[in-house]
C-alpha cells in the first residue's frame, strides 16, 4: 500500500455576502452558507461555503470562452500567493488556464450549490435572476436538470446567450489538506458581493439547508455547538469578522496578502496553521 500523499485536487470556494439591511448605514453583512447533506461522504452535516471541484471542462477553451472579467494572463498576475513563505510547493502548479477555470468553477459551483448567477447578457450587462416568477422558476428547473446531468454549466450558458462574469469575484485565499488525509483539496477562495434581498437556497441534494447569516453569529453558534463547521470555515469566518463593515472587508480582501495554508493535523483531531502562516494567510 502506497504512503505517498493524496495529490490534492484543484478546487474552488466562494464566500458570497450581501448586505444585512436594504440601507445597511453601518456596514453590515452577512455571508450565505449551506448546510452538508448528513449522507455525505465528506464532511457531513457541517456548514460551509459554496463550492466544489475544478472540471477539466472549465479550464479548457470552449468553457474560458463563456468567461468574462478575467483571462488566463490576468488569474495569472491575479494568484498572488507568496512564493517564500506558507505551503505554497505542496501542490502541482496550476497552468495560467487551471486559474481562469478555477473563476469559472467557482461560478458554477455557486449557481448549483446556491442558485446564485452570476453572469452577463451579450451586451455586458449583469444579469439576474431576480424576483420574476417565471424567470424563476425556469432557473431552477435548469438547475435540477445540471443536477441531473441533463447538460452542463458551460452549455447552460451557451443555451441562455449568458457569460460567466468572474470579474465579480475578488480572489481571497489559498488552503490545502494536510498531507494526513485520505481526501485533499488544493481550495482557492473567492468572496462575491451581491446586492441586498438577493435570494439563494440549498439544492437539496448535497446540500439541505441555506442561511444568510453574519459572520459573528455563526462563530458565536458555533461556540454553543448549534452550528457544525470545519476548521478552514471557522478560520475564514474569523477572518470576516474582524472586519464588520462590507466596504472595508470588500477593501481587505482586494489588497490583502495570501500565503498559501495547509494546517497541521494533531492528535484529537486537531487542526493548526504553523506560526509564520497564522496570521498571513
Do not use: C
Amino acid at each position: 500500500m502506497s504512503t505517498e500523499p493524496v495529490i490534492p485536487r484543484p478546487a474552488a470556494t466562494v464566500m458570497v455576502v450581501r448586505p444585512a439591511e436594504e440601507s445597511a448605514p453601518d456596514g453590515s453583512y452577512e455571508v450565505f452558507m449551506v448546510r452538508r447533506s448528513t449522507k455525505s461522504t465528506f464532511v457531513p452535516d457541517v456548514f460551509v461555503f459554496p463550492g466544489g471541484s475544478l472540471d477539466r471542462s472549465d479550464a479548457e477553451a470552449n468553457g474560458l470562452s463563456r468567461l468574462v472579467g478575467i483571462s488566463p494572463a490576468q488569474a495569472q498576475a491575479d494568484y498572488r500567493d507568496k512564493l517564500d513563505m506558507g505551503a505554497v510547493g505542496a501542490a502541482p502548479p496550476l497552468s495560467p488556464e487551471q486559474k481562469a477555470g478555477l473563476y469559472l468553477a467557482a461560478l458554477r459551483e455557486l449557481f448549483e450549490e446556491a442558485g446564485v448567477l452570476l453572469v452577463q447578457d451579450e451586451q455586458g450587462q449583469e444579469f439576474e435572476i431576480g424576483h420574476d416568477t417565471e424567470r424563476r422558476k425556469h432557473f431552477h428547473s435548469t438547475r435540477l436538470a445540471m443536477r441531473n446531468k441533463e447538460f452542463s454549466f458551460i452549455e447552460l450558458l451557451e443555451r441562455e446567450k449568458l457569460r460567466a462574469d468572474g470579474g465579480r469575484l475578488i480572489y481571497f485565499s489559498h488552503w490545502i489538506t494536510p498531507v494526513s488525509e485520505h481526501r485533499r483539496f488544493d481550495t482557492h477562495f473567492f468572496l462575491a458581493k451581491v446586492n441586498y434581498g438577493q435570494e439563494a437556497e440549498a439544492d437539496e441534494y448535497e446540500t439541505t439547508e441555506g442561511i444568510w447569516i453574519e459572520p459573528a453569529r455563526a462563530l458565536e453558534l458555533n461556540e454553543q455547538a448549534q452550528f457544525n463547521m470545519i476548521h478552514p470555515t471557522i478560520m475564514h469566518l474569523k477572518r470576516l469578522a474582524l472586519h464588520p463593515t462590507l466596504p472595508g472587508l470588500l477593501d481587505y480582501a482586494r489588497t490583502k496578502e495570501i500565503v498559501a495554508a495547509m494546517p497541521d493535523m494533531l492528535p484529537g483531531p486537531v487542526f493548526q496553521l504553523p506560526g509564520d502562516v497564522l496570521e498571513r494567510w
